[in-house]
């Protein structure tokens, strides 16, 4: 019987794709671009090579069928434009990042489950086979990259700890420690982080838990030691460093649809016709350029995520 192998919709052909030792090559990005002066402003700590438990991992084997349609965005720019509010509101966190205590570190799994553990993350990354994932990155604040995630996916996690038929959601929850990140000083934010999924979200093959980046393990302003990638929704649902992961049967409240939940409600998925209620959609800034392009559905994912809404209300399933 023949297979019919088809091609993911966001995948551009092998004579189109940047090549692996173009995009690979950061100082030759840099030079290229313009942006030797990224690397220097990287904090000391950021750009040092830090000794991980797990460092042996990487680089993970590449998976091929998750491309792009744009080069990656360089590791220095990324490195030093990131959404991480337990550090700080504003872009620069990198510096204060480095707060973040990555040993030890446990992540607990449990609720609806047959299976609960409480583990240390090194014997986690261990137990799945880890691979790089070449992923878009949408924000809600609508700017874009591109981003050499390893990791596994979700699914292997879940399949691992049996989940009963009456969990119909997971949910996500980061660490607490005001004092090792002092942004959780802050009252206005209902801390620690939440952020949730749906089962049948979390069984398809897209969502991923991402242990490294840049073929390294993961610095500490990506969400080190384990964060996740959800790329057709916008960024706030990635959550970042990952303590504890329940199987429940309530839909979970995250963080920011606590806050405002007009603006980020718990579907979040990228459709550039439904405007946040202060800006639009339509386009998003690539990091790496300024370019303003469109916005695609889904982030470009349609084709593997749209089954996943049909009968749902379309109105909330956007913000």
């Known amino acids: 019987m023949a297979v019919i192998h088809r091609r993911p919709s966001w995948a551009i052909s092998e004579a189109l794709a940047t090549p692996e030792d173009v995009f690979l090559n950061r100082r030759a990005i840099l030079a290229g671009m313009g942006l030797g002066l990224a690397a220097a402003a990287l904090p000391r700590r950021a750009r040092a090579e830090e000794k991980d438990p797990t460092a042996d991992l990487y680089p993970a084997r590449r998976n091929e069928a998750y491309k792009l349609d744009r080069p990656l965005t360089p590791e220095e720019v990324n490195a030093n434009y990131n959404n991480f509010y ?48 070449l992923y878009r990155h949408r924000c809600v604040e609508a700017w874009s990259m591109t981003i050499p995630w390893s990791g596994f996916p979700l699914k292997s996690l879940v ?35 939440v952020e949730g999924v749906t089962i049948e979200e979390a069984a398809i093959d897209l969502p991923f838990l991402v242990t490294g980046a840049y073929d390294k393990p993961l610095a500490r302003q990506f969400g080190a030691p384990i964060r996740l990638a959800l790329p057709w929704k916008y960024g ?15 839909q979970p409240l995250g963080l920011w649809e606590a ?22 959609q339509a386009r998003e800034r690539v990091l790496q350029t300024g370019e303003l392009v469109p916005t695609q559905l889904f982030n470009g994912y349609a084709a593997e995520v749209s089954h996943l809404y049909a ?3 379309p109105a909330r399933l956007y913000m």
Do not use: C
Not at 260 to 279: K, L, T
């Open 236 to 250: 706030f649902k990635s959550i970042k460093s990952i303590r504890k992961i329940d199987f429940v049967a309530e």
């Open 259 to 280: 806050i405002q939940p007009s603006e980020y409600g718990f579907w979040a998925n990228v459709n550039p016709e439904v405007p946040h209620p202060r800006w639009s």
């Open 86 to 133: 337990e550090y700080g509101s504003y872009k620069e966190i990198a510096a204060n990042a480095q707060q973040l205590q990555t040993r030890p570190w446990e992540v607990a799994i449990g609720g609806l489950v047959d299976k609960p553990m409480t583990i240390a993350i090194d014997d986690l990354i261990r137990k799945f086979p880890l691979e790089t994932r």
């Open 311 to 313: 009968g749902k209300d």
């Open 159 to 193: 399949a691992m700890v049996a989940p009963r038929s009456d969990a119909k959601f997971i949910r996500f929850e980061t660490f607490l420690d005001p004092k090792m990140a002092p942004g959780q000083n802050d009252f206005l934010y209902p801390w620690p982080y």
